[in-house]
């Protein structure tokens, strides 16, 4: 690059980091709060079926059945193999 280009490209990213700084405008309207759930008091139940919120993993309940952790690294990533 020539330093004129060299210039003309920091005064591009100085004017991008500038309007980034400066304050967006949002309008709203109708705003709608909605409650959080009550929290859960007790035993969670176990995951399966068509209980799939709220509820603790058989494996991590200490159950024989569900998905199976890894007892070793596979060698590479998944988006990998």
């Known amino acids: 690059m020539t330093p004129e280009q060299q210039l003309a490209a920091w005064d591009s990213i100085n004017a ?5 700084q400066e304050p967006t405008k ?4 109708n705003a709608t709060v909605e409650p959080a759930p009550a ?3 007790g035993e969670y139940p176990i995951c399966g079926g068509e209980i799939q ?8 309940a200490g ?8 007892d070793y690294w596979p060698g ?3 988006s990998q193999m």
């Open 16 to 20: 991008q980091i500038a309007a980034q």
């Open 26 to 29: 949002v309008m709203a309207s």
């Open 39 to 41: 929290a859960r008091t």
């Open 53 to 60: 919120d709220s509820c603790i993993q058989p494996r991590a």
């Open 63 to 70: 159950k024989n059945y569900g998905n199976v952790p890894l």
């Open 76 to 78: 590479q990533p998944a």
